[in-house]
């Protein structure tokens, strides 16, 4: 079993920036995939960005341009670096992992297998 930790969440302002990072207790797999979900309350869950091991990335048309998703290897840790914050960016964030890559489907939630707990995300205007 992988287990995911996020951290960084909190209060922002309209327009500030925040960086979201996601531990890992241990290597996974050669091939994976890494996201992060957010979900409001009354709302769906949904995917925001993704990486997988063979250096694809996406991202949901309303991260695009302002959110940048990464990975630090060696400390196992996947961070999400928010900027430019809404109102509707506030939701429940978080981050999860499939092992294997490819195939498409990168914020598809049902795809992954692993979970954290998440962090929260509140944007003030």
């Known amino acids: 079993q992988v287990q995911l930790v996020e951290d960084g969440g909190g209060v922002v302002q309209s327009g500030g920036s925040l960086t979201l990072s996601c531990v890992a207790s241990r290597y996974w797999s050669k091939f994976y995939s890494l996201a992060w979900f957010r979900q409001a309350p009354g709302r769906e869950r949904e995917g925001v960005a993704a990486?997988?091991?063979?250096?694809?990335?996406t991202f949901a048309d309303s991260a695009k341009g302002r959110f940048t998703i990464s990975q630090d290897n060696v400390k196992y840790r996947l961070n999400l670096e928010m900027n430019n914050l809404k109102n509707e960016d506030t939701a429940m964030y978080f981050c999860?992992?499939?092992?294997?890559?490819?195939?498409?489907?990168?914020?598809?939630?049902?795809?992954?297998?692993?979970w954290g707990p998440g962090t929260q995300v509140t944007v003030s205007s």
């Open positions: 999860a992992l499939r092992d294997f890559s490819g195939g498409g489907n990168y914020l598809d939630a049902t795809t992954y297998k692993y």
């Open positions: 990486l997988d091991s063979i250096g694809l990335t």
